[in-house]
T-cell receptor, first 116, second 113 residues
Framework: AQTVTQSQPEMSVQEAETVTLSCTYD???????LFWYKQPPSRQMILVIR??????QNATENRFSVNFQKAAKSFSLKISDSQLGDAAMYFC?????????????FGPGTSLSVIP | EAQVTQNPRYLITVTGKKLTVTCSQN?????MSWYRQDPGLGLRQIYY???????DKGDVPEGYKVSRKEKRNFPLILESPSPNQTSLYFC????????????FGPGTRLTVT
């Protein structure tokens, strides 16, 4: 069965500094998607970044980038120039969708605090 | 505006009283899912639907039912709610197999006493 692990329940970062959130997953599939979602206190789920497993190039979105290591089944999120608005819960998610099923697994989350 | 709506946003009910949480999307998406979010566990998939009249169990389906009679709607039904179903519930939709981005609803906070 697929699993997603986030080993850091809580992290903190100084404003303007860089922080990396860890995520590992387990799957026997070769074709899947990985995501990082942000959940602020409003509880809204906001997509931060997406990575297709068949792409070797790491995805980037402005200050957010990932380090995707397929063989190691690792998918970490790097936030550069951290801002107060980055404080939130961050979830790593795995999605494997075929014609017969749509499996989505979330990690337990990492709570990120940003220190002014 | 493209969106996923859920109703109600907050609900307090008693054990055994049947309830339905509605979910609707206006993007003509094929795929829809229900999740529950609990502290320390992240979001867990309850049920999903890959098209009208096509639904299947996720990881935690016990105590829940769903239906997909129309493409836009995917209600979650709790026939006999119990306190262990107290949780934050999210509905999500996505366009297709290739377009994998999920759009999430605002969430429904359910308390069963």
């Amino acid at each position: 069965a697929q699993t997603v692990t986030q080993s850091q329940p809580e992290m903190s970062v100084q404003e303007a500094e860089t922080v990396t959130l860890s995520c590992t997953y387990d799957t026997s599939e070769s074709d899947y998607y990985l995501f990082w979602y942000k959940q602020p206190p409003s509880r809204q789920m906001i997509l931060v970044i997406r990575q297709e497993a068949y792409k070797q190039q790491n995805a980037t979105e402005n200050r957010f980038s990932v380090n995707f290591q397929k063989a190691a089944k690792s998918f970490s999120l790097k936030i550069s120039d951290s801002q107060l608005g980055d404080a939130a819960m961050y979830f790593c998610a795995y999605r494997n969708t075929k014609t017969s099923y749509d499996k989505v697994i979330f990690g337990p989350g990492t709570s990120l605090s940003v220190i002014p | 505006e493209a969106q996923v709506t859920q109703n109600p946003r907050y609900l307090i009910t008693v054990t055994g009283k049947k309830l339905t949480v509605t979910c609707s999307q206006n993007m003509n998406h094929e795929y829809m899912s229900w999740y529950r979010q609990d502290p320390g566990l992240g979001l867990r998939q309850i049920y999903y639907s890959m098209n009208v009249e096509v639904t299947d169990k996720g990881d935690v389906p016990e105590g829940y039912k769903v239906s997909r009679k129309e493409k836009r709607n995917f209600p979650l039904i709790l026939e006999s709610p119990s306190p262990n179903q107290t949780s934050l519930y999210f509905c999500a939709s996505s366009l297709s197999l290739v377009i994998s981005k999920q759009y999430f609803g605002p969430g429904t906070r359910l308390t069963v006493t």
